[in-house]
Structure formats: structure tokens, C-alpha cells
């Protein structure tokens, strides 16, 4: 999934290391550190081709060439799947390792969660209940109809193929935006889906369909817990809410993913305890990857300052 799709993260890739080395040979002169140059040029990280000047004294820069688009820059397929594969790797370990680096605010923010899941756990039955019995009226009618006209969003068949569509013509393209937008789908698919898999079999919880009620486990008995259409969905709306920076498009894509959860529920074919994790979980995993990604599509070199006597630092973010 993502050693498909991170095809293009590799001329990103390349770009960190030789980025690196002339930031660390400017550091010292210019005053700026890495973190201060994310932090300043974090609101212009969503443009497509922007160069954010780094200056040490917030003069007017003298800006390098940079190469605008992934077209014209160098391209070798097998290294790029020999990188993007060097990468899901490390990203996979960095994501299943994060229990070993949890601090304090992240255990709180741990025990609320799972507190909050606690309480809905509890009481399965009858909201699944409820939301059958109002499914045909009142507030859940046009929702869970909208949702089923949709629901095919949060299929993994319909997801994957949508993501090597848009990986192929971005690549074979050099469309910038949708080559980043598929990178981040298809590694945020691949890494919370995994634990959706692993959690699937080894939890082995029964959908309310199967009549054997919210408590029933039993290794690769069942595939309820999580949801992987509401994790699917979720992971979508997190990534396009982050490139595309459109408020309305955000609502629509939010409202669109909550419908798809009210109706996994409505169908019988989850729990509300299933869609709760699956949308808390998913949507981390999108939001930690599009920030990891961000900090690789991101080039630092070396450049002047005012009338070139000054040294400074050039931020070009690649999409």
C-alpha cells in the first residue's frame, strides 16, 4: 500500500539529506534553527510549488532555482520503490512503537479516550437500539440515507483503487498536489489498517448481525471491532481536509464520514464502541502521517540575504 504509493517520497527523500548538510553549514551564521524554520513557514505549507524564505534577519531573500514540479526533477522507479519501502518500514515502526514513548499529557489524553469508549461500551445494545428504532424517522432518516449512497467511500477495494488512480496520474503526470495527496492516503490506509486486520482476528468480537450481542469475543470468531469503513473514511477527510484548506469542503468531508459511521451502526454491521475507536484511532494515524510527510517534502538550502553578504535559508515544500 504505501511502498506502492510513496513512489515519489523517494525524490523527496533525497532532497532531506543534501538539505540537511547546508542547513547545518548555515546554522550557526544565520541563527536559525530547524524547528524555527517549520514553525515559520507553517502557513504556507499547503500551497503547491511555494518557496518560504528563512531569512535570519526577515530581509527580502535572493532565492535559489528550485525545480517547481516532481516532472522535472531526476526519477528512477526502482530506487524510488526501494526508498518508499526503506520508509514504510521505519513509519511502521515509529507508529506501533508509540506506546514505549508515551509522557504524561499523552497517558491522560489516553485515559480519557478510553474512558469515554468505556461508557459507550457499556451501553451498545442500546444505542444500537435506538438508532434502529429511529432509523426510518425524525434527525437519522436523511443522514443514514445519504450514507448509503455513499457508503462504498469507505470500502478498502474502492479505497485502494482509488489511491494507485490517483498515485499513477500524479507520478506519470508530475501533479504535484495529488501525487502528496496519495502518498498520505495510501500510507495512512496501510498503517491503520494493519492494527484494524490484527485487531479484527485476534479480538474476534461479533457484529450485531450475528445475534450473539456486544459482548461476544472469540479469536477470529468475528471481524466487528474496529470499524474499518469508518477508519477508512476518517483517515479520507483528515488527509483532504489538510491539502485542500476549504472550510466548506472540510464539513462536507466530516459530515460525509459521520454519516458513513451512523450507518455502520444502522446496518448492524458494527457496534457503536467499533466506529468510536475506529474514528479516534484513524484519524491520529492520518494526522501524524501528513505531518510526517510534510516534514519530507520539505527542502532546506542555502541562500543570501538583502544584497547577497548576508547568509539565510530557502524552504521549498515539494507536493
Do not use: C
Amino acid at each position: 500500500m504505501r511502498g506502492l504509493t510513496s513512489l515519489v517520497l523517494l525524490a523527496v527523500i533525497a532532497t532531506l539529506l543534501p538539505g540537511a548538510a547546508a542547513f547545518a553549514a548555515v546554522e550557526s551564521a544565520s541563527g536559525i534553527t530547524i524547528d524555527d524554520a517549520m514553525r515559520r513557514a507553517t502557513s504556507l505549507y499547503r500551497s503547491p510549488g511555494v518557496a518560504a524564505q528563512l531569512l535570519a534577519n526577515d530581509e527580502e531573500a535572493v532565492p535559489p532555482e528550485y525545480p517547481r514540479t516532481y516532472r522535472e526533477r531526476d526519477r528512477h522507479l526502482l530506487r524510488d520503490l526501494a526508498n518508499a519501502g526503506e520508509y514504510l518500514a521505519k513509519d511502521l515502526g515509529y507508529f506501533y512503537s508509540a506506546p514505549a514513548r508515551i509522557d504524561r499529557t499523552s497517558a491522560l489524553w489516553l485515559g480519557g479516550i478510553l474512558a469515554v469508549g468505556g461508557v459507550i461500551y457499556a451501553y451498545d445494545q442500546e444505542i444500537y437500539e435506538e438508532v434502529k428504532r429511529n432509523e426510518e424517522h425524525g434527525l437519522l432518516k436523511p443522514f443514514i440515507e445519504i450514507s448509503e449512497e455513499i457508503e462504498t467511500l469507505g470500502y478498502g477495494g474502492t479505497n485502494t483503487k482509488m489511491y494507485t488512480v490517483a498515485l499513477l496520474a500524479g507520478y506519470v503526470s508530475g501533479w504535484d498536489k495529488l501525487e502528496a495527496i496519495a502518498i498520505d492516503l495510501w500510507e495512512s490506509y496501510i498503517i491503520a489498517g494493519t492494527m484494524k486486520n490484527v485487531a479484527n482476528f485476534a479480538m474476534g468480537r461479533a457484529r450485531p448481525n450475528d445475534q450473539r450481542g456486544p459482548y461476544f469475543f472469540k479469536h477470529n470468531q468475528g471481524t466487528s471491532l474496529p470499524s474499518g469503513h469508518t477508519s477508512n473514511i476518517i483517515q479520507m477527510a483528515r488527509i483532504l481536509e489538510y491539502h485542500i484548506d476549504f472550510w466548506p469542503f472540510t464539513v462536507v468531508a466530516y459530515t460525509g464520514a459521520g454519516t458513513i459511521a451512523l450507518e455502520r451502526i444502522s446496518s448492524g454491521n458494527h457496534w457503536a464502541s467499533d466506529v468510536y475507536i475506529a474514528l479516534i484511532y484513524a484519524w491520529l494515524v492520518a494526522d501524524r502521517v501528513v505531518e510526517r510527510n510534510e516534514r519530507r517534502r520539505l527542502l532546506i538550502t542555502p541562500t543570501t540575504v538583502g544584497d547577497g553578504s548576508s547568509p539565510g535559508l530557502g524552504l521549498t515544500w515539494r507536493f
